[in-house]
């Protein structure tokens, strides 16, 4: 069993940034953040292995940026230049193998909420 637990959301007004943690109790082969608006599905934001293999979504445009620190067991995510189109619960998630799918991902953090405004 891994826990996940996230941090850093908020609410901010369009056009900032916010930066997102995640601690891992345990280990992994893939960690992403996958994010669910109300009535949407939820979509993968940004997935990086443990080698540094990294995934984004075709939404990021280039805006967000995923990084870990292993020692720590530790993901960040780093949004700039945000919409109202981000609003959504954020999830820290873990897989045993390289993965997009969020199904396919065994461990899941509780979220964390990000408002976009204006």
């Known amino acids: 069993q891994v826990q996940l637990r996230e941090s850093g959301g908020g609410s901010v007004q369009a056009g900032g940034s916010m930066r997102l943690s995640c601690v891992a109790s345990g280990p992994y082969v893939s960690i992403g953040w996958f994010r669910q608006a109300p009535a949407r599905e939820r979509e993968a934001v940004a997935v990086v292995t443990k080698n540094g293999n990294l995934e984004y979504g075709h939404f990021v445009e280039g805006r967000f940026t995923i990084s870990q620190d292993s020692d720590k067991n530790t993901v960040y995510l780093q949004m700039t230049n945000l919409t109202p189109a981000d609003t959504a619960m954020y999830y820290c998630?873990?897989?045993?193998?390289?993965?997009?799918?969020?199904?396919?991902?065994?461990?899941w953090g509780p979220g964390t909420q990000v408002t976009v405004w204006g």
């Open positions: 998630a873990t897989a045993w193998f390289c993965s997009w799918v969020p199904s396919q991902y065994n461990f």
